[in-house]
C-alpha cells in the first residue's frame, strides 16, 4: 500500500504489545463495568477496531469473538451478546481499513463513529430480542464518547511503533 505523502514511516507492531493492550482493555472495560454507569464507553472495541485496522492480520475476527464472550461472561450477560457486537464491529473495521488509513486519526474518529452506533445498535437489539430489555437513554452516548477517544487512543498505541526523529549512524533508516 502507498502511504500518504507527510506520513511517517511505523515500526512493525510487536505481538507482545498488541496482546498487552487487548488484555489490558479487557480489564479497564471490566472495571468501568463495575461503575454501572451506561454511558461509559467501551474501551475494548475501540481498541479491537484500532488493531483491526492497523494490524489486521494479527487480531482479525476470533480474537474480538473470544474476548467479546469475556465480556459476557463478566456482565452476566446473554452468551454471545458482546461477541457479535465485536465481530459485527471488527468485520465493519475491516471493510474500510484500507481507505481509513489515509486519514488522520481525528479524520478516522469521524468514519469510525458510524460503526460504533452500529455496534452498540446490535447489541441494544440483541437485548431487546432475547431480554426483554429497553436500553437505557444514557447508553446513547458510548458510541459518540468512543469516537471521541479514537485519536487519543490511537495516538497512545501507535507511539511505540513510530521511529526515531534523529537518525544515528547506528540506524539505517
Known sequence: ????????LLLPANPRFIAFTLVLAL?????LGLTGLHW????LAIVVVFWNVH???R???FLPFVLGLAMDVHESALLGQNALSYVVLSSMALAIQRRLLWFTLREQALQIAPMF????????????IVQDA????????????QAALWPVLGALLLAPQRRAFAPDDIRPL
Open 117 to 128: 452506533v452500529i455496534a452498540a445498535v446490535v447489541e441494544w437489539l440483541t437485548r431487546l
Open 55 to 57: 494490524q489486521s492480520r
Open 134 to 145: 429497553w436500553p437505557q437513554w444514557s447508553q446513547l452516548a458510548a458510541p459518540f464518547l
Open 27 to 31: 480489564l479497564i472495560n471490566m472495571l
Open 59 to 61: 487480531v482479525g475476527l
Open 1 to 8: 500500500m502507498i502511504m500518504p505523502a507527510g506520513r511517517p
Open 40 to 43: 461509559l464507553p467501551d474501551v
